[in-house]
């Protein structure tokens, strides 16, 4: 019984055992189907979003390749729109290329056979010329008696007469042309030795020497030169020197800046303390010195004269003619002389003397400043007198102490034009006046430093010699032709001049350092 119930026990545990596990099977089944279908949904709804994004991603790569292509196939088609443009431009001038060289050919093939017309009927009427000439010969020899050899005889016999007297007359010509030459060129050669012997006259009156020890030399030189070229800056001149015992040239187409220098350099020679600054003070000191010097030469001849009243300035004016010349003569001479023999000329004439004499010594008062100022010598007097309160007749009579500048409108204007010539008629007194041969070496050393890179500008020889110190920093070697050149061309242009004038151009370079 016992075993019964504990079998039927067993079997209701066992059936109820599998029902519970049964229905918590189901559950369970119930349960993962319900996650799997959601997991399955979850799957799908990210597959489908995975694909609607994978379908943008492959739809916008689409629209950009789309786009590169058709940009990438524009720009194919525009260069090849290009190349089929130049291929049709090629083929265009190929084309006309090809109509020139057919129009050239077809020329050329009718001018060939022009030419060969032309040459087919030169050679007939060439062979026409030689039977004409032979029929002419023999009609010739036939009307004449003469046979060709004969002909051509006597034919030879008038050439050579013919011959002999254009040769005459040929001889003739040449031993004409042969006495010009040789006369021109004695006149050449006898002008080329009176400027060699003028050549010291100029000298003279341009350069000023001037003798110190030989000690004192390296004194106005200075260190580097530094000295001397102080002092030609202030003073205006060119110093030299050189290897000359016991001697330095001043050099100034200026004679009184000349002067002044001179001065000067006796002073500072005298004194032995040559340095930029007592070079300075001695230079100043000189020239109001000069300034005051020139008015008591200026004073003293006019009151020599008997002209009382004239203004300083000018009295500084007519003293500075002591240091110019004119026709060869001293200009203040010639001043003074004018105004003495006006002042006489005047007196016997009954004119007035104090007038005559006043305009004799202001009527070349000009040529102490025509250097500086342009014009001529009569007009700048006639200003100075003007500026300085002269009257009208006074300006008439300096302008016409010359012909043909104004014409004469007063008795003592008259007087003034007789005793100019007066003074001015001696021998030799009409050759070139030293100011224009100054004007002239002054021109050439101007138009020389007009060009780059010069340093200073020497005229010497009288002119007929210019030496230019280039700077070496500005010009080379391989320029220094090239400007000789250039200046050469500028003077023959721009100057008329005796002779020749040789330019000699000189690079120096110096170079320096120190032992220490």
């Known amino acids: 019984m016992n075993l019964v119930i504990l079998l039927i026990g067993t079997t209701l ?20 189907e319900m996650q799997a ?41 525009q260069e090849l729109l290009n190349w089929e443009k130049r291929l049709r431009y090629k083929e265009e001038s190929l084309d006309k290329k090809y109509e020139i060289m057919e129009r050239k050919e077809k020329e050329l093939y009718e ?26 010969r023999q009609l010739l020899e036939r009307i004449s008696g003469l046979t060709q050899e004969e002909a051509k005889k006597i034919l030879l016999q008038s050439l050579e007469e013919e011959t002999k007297n254009e040769f005459v007359l040929k001889l003739k010509k040449y031993e004409d042309e042969f006495k010009e030459t040789v006369e021109k060129k004695a006149k050449e050669m006898l002008s080329i030795a009176i400027q060699r012997v003028a050549s010291e006259v100029a000298s003279d009156n341009t350069t000023t ?8 030399k390296g004194r106005i030189i200075g260190r580097e030169g530094r000295n001397v070229r102080i002092f030609e800056q202030l003073t205006g001149v060119d110093v030299i020197v050189d290897d000359t015992p016991e001697c330095i040239v001043i050099s100034s187409f200026d004679p009184v800046r000349r002067e002044i220098a001179k001065i000067a350099m006796e002073k500072l020679i005298q004194d032995s303390r040559i340095q930029p600054s007592r070079i300075e003070e001695i230079v100043n000191k000189t020239k109001e010195e000069f300034e005051e010097y020139v008015r008591k030469i200026g004073e ?4 020599e004269v008997g002209v009382l009243g004239l203004h300083p300035e000018i009295l500084k004016l007519l003293g500075k003619l002591k240091f110019r010349t004119s026709y060869g003569q001293n200009q203040l001479q010639h001043t003074k002389e004018v105004a003495i023999i006006a002042g006489a000329i005047a007196g016997e004439l009954g004119a007035d003397i104090n007038f005559c ?9 000009g040529k102490a400043v025509s250097h500086e100022v342009e014009g001529t010598h009569h007009q700048i007097s006639a200003d100075i007198a003007r500026k300085y309160g002269e009257s009208d007749k006074m300006i008439n009579a300096i302008l016409s102490h010359h012909e043909g500048v104004e014409e004469p409108k007063s008795v003592e204007a008259f007087i003034l034009a007789a005793a100019d010539a007066i003074s001015a008629s001696r021998p030799g007194a009409r050759q070139d006046t030293v100011e224009h041969y100054i004007k002239r070496i002054e021109k050439i050393e101007e138009i020389a430093k007009s060009f780059r890179g010069v340093e200073n500008v020497y005229a010497i020889y009288a002119g007929r010699e210019v030496r230019v110190m280039v700077q070496p920093d ?18 023959e242009k721009e100057l008329d001049y005796p002779g020749q004038i040789k330019v000699v151009v000189v690079r120096e370079v110096r170079v320096e350092d120190y032992a220490k």
């Open 37 to 77: 279908k959601k997991i399955l949904e979850d799957a799908k709804k990210t597959a489908e979003d995975e694909l609607k994004k994978a379908r943008q991603d492959a739809k916008h790569i689409v629209e950009k390749e789309k786009i590169e292509f058709e940009r990438s196939t524009r720009e194919e088609k």
């Open 357 to 365: 004499k006043k305009a004799g010594l202001l009527h070349d008062i």
């Open 111 to 136: 001018k060939e056979n022009r030419l060969k017309h032309e040459s087919f009927k030169i050679e007939e009427e060439r062979k026409l010329l030689l039977l004409q000439q032979e029929k002419q």
């Open 474 to 491: 500005k010009i080379n070697d391989a320029q220094l032709k090239v400007l000789a050149h250039d200046i050469s061309k500028k003077i």
């Open 13 to 32: 545990g066992f059936l109820f055992g599998y029902l519970i596990r049964y229905i918590y099977g189901k559950k369970s089944l119930s349960a993962a």
């Open 300 to 303: 003293d001849v006019a009151i």
């Open 209 to 216: 020497i001037l003798q110190i020890p030989d000690e004192l």
